[in-house]
């Protein structure tokens, strides 16, 4: 009896894998893309969570060097399908224990694996021949596989949440007016976008690597579509590196947001600004012109989401005043050590679930700490042993690989 029941706890919490019946959904290697899903029941059977993955981009400063990007990347579960397990467990937001995630335990978590290298988007019908390796750009059609995969049941739905972390919070924004737009009025749509917010700003050596090699990127995937979002590529029709970055985006989402940022996003400060004392997660070790730099970043942060949330009141956001990047699926999700305010109780857990049932006072949706690192009660992070070398080393290493 107890094996029987171990498998029916099993089954229920396993995220099973699907692979896209458009056969020009392709990853970066041409194996076929994927997601997983795991079943709602119960209360959670009409309600969805489509999570777009996160891992960086393709990187270069020209074409030449963003294929050679993609073929290493090819060769990773970042660029192909072929190795990867025919079930997995997330946490987070994405745990189906009611204990750890009692607010969504129960629906349907759809997590949109991310092998196109060019942050769930842009399309090359050819592919790039390179080292005897074919590689297949074709972010658009695999996200719209996806999406034609799932609309029957998308469309009969009480509530979908287009959500996703890093390249895939991008991609919540790039996405969520085209998902609006697909699905029937009475289903609503909300996004939640995890640590997509990245700046257009010079690194602290006065460079913008980032911007140029994200014009690299679109002159390479992007002749034959355009960005997702078109009323955004339609006003910036000679700057359509605009539609990448959330700050300009904004003016064309409608649709509510509920925006998950730190406030001194940690892949930011290190990869795009350079700030390289902060790659122990803190901010100590710093010069005045570091320091200078980040508490910039923190203010330029806050500015943006005043005004998105002044713009449209409905906006929600939980942004703390630590060095992190990516929030949902991890298991402070719902831990005391984070919160905004520090002490308050409001973990991001309270916080997204206040804003989605608490619509009478928007003002108190709005969790954006307004103290600054390291003067903040909660995740200022200023203890680097919350985090193990091995930890550390991993995310630089990712960080410097794609």
């Known amino acids: 009896m107890k094996l029987f029941c171990f498998y029916i706890v099993a089954y229920i919490q396993a995220f099973n894998l699907h692979f896209a019946s458009d056969p020009k959904a392709l990853c970066l290697d041409g194996s076929p893309a994927s997601y997983y899903k795991a079943e709602g029941y119960g209360t959670g059977a009409k309600k969805y969570i489509l999570h777009f993955q996160g891992g960086a981009r393709i990187d270069g400063s020209t074409q030449d060097q963003l ?122 749509v909300y996004g939640v976008p995890d640590s997509g917010m990245a700046l257009n700003l010079l690194a602290i050596d006065g460079t913008d690597y980032p911007t140029e090699s994200l014009i690299q990127l679109i002159d390479l995937v992007n002749i034959e579509v355009t960005h997702p979002n078109k009323q955004c590529v339609e006003k910036y ?76 009141p409905e906006t929600g956001a939980f942004a703390p005043s630590c060095l992190e990047h990516c929030f949902l699926l991890k298991d402070y999700y719902d831990s005391s050590d984070w919160e905004v305010p520090g002490d308050s109780g409001n973990t991001l857990q309270v916080a997204l679930n206040n804003w989605l049932n608490s619509k009478t006072n928007i003002e108190d949706n709005f969790y954006v700490d307004k103290v600054e690192w390291p003067d903040n009660k909660k995740c200022s992070n200023s203890d680097y042993n919350n985090y193990s070398p091995l930890y550390v080393l991993s995310i630089l290493l990712i960080s410097h690989i794609i």
């Open 237 to 312: 029709s000679k700057e359509s590196w605009k539609c990448y970055y959330a700050q300009y985006l904004f003016e064309f989402i409608k649709t509510p947001l509920f925006i998950i940022q730190s406030m001194y996003d940690y892949f930011s400060l290190t990869v795009r600004f350079k700030i390289d004392c902060a790659k122990n997660y803190t901010l100590t070790n710093c010069s005045k012109e570091e320091l200078d730099f980040a508490q910039n970043l923190y203010k330029q942060n806050y500015e943006i989401l005043s005004q998105r949330k002044k713009d449209y």
């Open 67 to 188: 294929i050679q990007s993609a073929y290493l990347r090819s060769k990773t579960q970042l660029g192909s399908s072929k190795d990867l397990s025919k079930q997995m467990l997330f946490n987070g937001m994405f745990s189906r224990s009611q204990n750890k995630n009692p607010y969504y335990y129960n629906w349907n978590l759809i997590h949109f694996n991310y092998c196109d290298g060019s942050l769930h988007q842009g399309y090359k019908s050819d592919p790039i021949e390179y080292l005897g390796t074919q590689l297949y750009f074709r972010g658009d059609v695999i996200v719209k596989s996806f999406i034609s995969d799932l609309f029957q049941e998308l469309s009969t739905a009480d509530t979908v949440i287009v959500s996703g972390c890093s390249a895939g919070g991008n991609a919540a924004y790039f996405w969520i007016e085209y998902i609006r737009a697909l699905l029937p009025q009475n289903v609503t």
